[in-house]
């Protein structure tokens, strides 16, 4: 079985509290007072305290268009992606060369070369390190990129695989929707980067940290609307549908059985929910469906509450956090799980 060596998340330094961050998306994107009321609305209700920032606040004035916001996801991207690689690396007890296959996604920025091109340059992986960036997933790719490293590792047992995930979501913000989407995206999503180091099960440190027992995917018939982006001349606008909650409370419970039943497993056999935290009626669909309470999805609310929803890299950082402040016995499962645009799912199931 696969690994998971080091799970380790970053956030940039520029860290403001929500009512702030209404206000500066107020001023920037809705000139008229009633629809920033209903903004302040919806950013009181997201149940986020604060969140971090690719830039100081005082720069996003000067963002006129996709062009400079996107510059800004290249320089600051590779910079928070090189930070938590090396940092996974080192709790893992390896070195950049050791990595054979580095995984990079993004969903909230255009890099040709991809980040796991630049990262792999800046940081010294080998020439011949296999490359594999991954667009297009959103929130999914946390899970998903495990899986994947999973599959890859299966395959080539004795060698190294990373994921890489970083998310800019303040960059893509449109000055001129005063869409519900777009009031409710600003209000949710934060900017951070997070790295998995994994191993296969022959290499030399494949004895210490959970082990990926499987995995599950679902994408969704006819929900190609639910979440995604509409790419135009000013960037990347939010596709968010009220519709989501209704896909999670129909198709999760079975997505979950999937995962268990072959294994002979439950969901009261599972001691570790590490879930992506979607928002407040995602989280709390999650727990009706599966018949769980908060505190069982207690570090989800946690990270939704101190960082917001950082779309790939928010299920890693829930993941660190599970490992750092909730140990687990010797023999729990776990299971990792994130949705995004598709609209699809993924699971995987995990034993330490």
Request: glycine fraction near 10%; aromatic fraction near 4%.
């Amino acid at each position: 079985m696969t690994t998971i060596s080091a799970v380790h998340g970053v956030l940039p330094p520029h860290r403001y509290p929500q009512a702030q961050l209404t206000d500066l998306f107020g001023r920037l994107c809705l000139p008229d007072r009633a629809a920033r009321a209903v903004a302040n609305r919806f950013h009181t209700s997201a149940r986020v305290a604060t969140r971090h920032l690719a830039l100081p606040i005082e720069q996003y004035d000067e963002l006129d268009g996709f062009t400079a916001a996107n510059d800004a996801f290249l320089s600051v991207a590779v910079n928070l992606g090189c930070e938590a690689a090396l940092a996974a690396l080192d709790d893992a007890g390896l070195e950049p060369g050791d990595v054979d296959l580095v995984l990079s996604t993004t969903v909230t920025g255009i890099a040709v070369p991809s980040l796991d091109a630049r990262i792999a340059a800046r940081i010294g992986m080998r020439p011949d390190v296999k490359r594999v960036p991954v667009v297009g997933l959103g929130c999914l790719a946390g899970a998903a990129g495990i899986a994947r490293l999973h599959d890859f590792l299966r395959g080539w047992p004795t060698s190294v695989a990373m994921l890489v995930s970083v998310e800019l979501c303040s960059l893509t913000v449109q000055r001129q929707d005063a869409s519900a989407a777009n009031m409710i995206a600003a209000g949710l999503f934060g900017d951070g980067a997070a790295a998995v180091v994994a191993v296969g099960e022959g290499h030399v440190a494949a004895s210490n940290g959970p082990r990926v027992v499987d995995s599950v995917s679902h994408l969704y018939e006819n929900s190609e609307r639910a979440m995604g982006w509409d790419i135009g001349s000013t960037g990347l606008k939010v596709v968010l549908g009220a519709e989501v909650p209704d896909l999670v409370r129909t198709h999760l419970a079975q997505d979950v059985e999937r995962l268990l039943s072959p294994h002979g497993l439950g969901i009261g056999d599972i001691a570790r929910w590490i879930c992506h935290p979607g928002g407040p009626k995602v989280i709390e669909t999650i727990q009706s469906v599966l018949g769980l309470d908060e505190d069982d999805l207690a570090m989800t609310w946690r990270s939704l509450h101190r960082i917001g929803n950082l779309s790939s890299a928010s299920v890693l950082h829930v993941f660190a956090d599970t490992l750092s402040s909730r140990p687990a016995s010797t023999g729990d499962w776990g299971v990792v799980m994130a949705m995004g645009p598709g609209f699809c799912a993924e699971l995987v199931l995990l034993r330490w």
